[in-house]
């Protein structure tokens, strides 16, 4: 049996030290370890998005990243998106325009588009529909998910 590694890894702004096993992944131990849960486990493999955070600035599936990976890096969760209690653009978008239903993908799909609108200010709807396209939704049949990122990039640059 491998012994735990001790980790040092910067969470939403804050720095957090934990011991994990070398094939832990970071989505187990942002669930377990840091009780940050808004990050969901869907399928395990990489491909459906759920679980997608930012590690250092690029996006990741979590479920494919190992906790010792990040060990002096900074790694950006849902629960760190809103600052001070206030829903971003995005966020508030996805409420008001009905971009989210179950909830289980919508963590993995704000920060995703988070990653998108940093980068891109002013995307297309095929732009975005190609950003997104690494996370699944069962639900809501993304037309609302696109429309809702459209209006949060509208609104971000102020239009």
């Known amino acids: ?17 934990y011991l994990c096993e070398p094939t832990q992944t970071l989505v187990d131990v942002l669930r377990n370890e840091l009780e ?3 990050t969901k486990e869907g399928c395990s493999t990489g491909d459906c998005g759920a679980c997608s955070v930012m590690v250092d600035g690029v996006l990741v599936c979590s479920c494919l990243t190992l906790a010792v990976e990040t060990d ?12 001070g209690g206030e829903l971003t ?6 409420l008001e325009l009905n971009g989210l239903q179950c909830g289980i993908c919508t963590p993995g799909i704000l ?14 709807e095929s732009e975005i529909r190609f950003w997104l396209a690494g996370n699944l ?4 049949g993304y037309d609302k998910i696109i429309r809702s990122v459209l209006a949060a990039a509208e609104e971000m640059r102020g239009n």
Do not use: Y
């Open 72 to 83: 002096g890096k900074s790694v950006e969760t849902i629960e760190g998106m809103a600052g």
């Open 111 to 124: 920060i995703a588009a988070k990653a998108l609108l940093d980068r891109n200010p002013d995307p297309t």
């Open 36 to 38: 940050l849960t808004g």
């Open 89 to 94: 653009p995005l966020q508030r978008n996805f």
């Open 137 to 140: 939704c069962r639900c809501t």
């Open 1 to 17: 049996m491998a012994s735990k590694t001790h980790v040092t890894t910067t969470v939403n702004g804050d720095e957090h030290q």
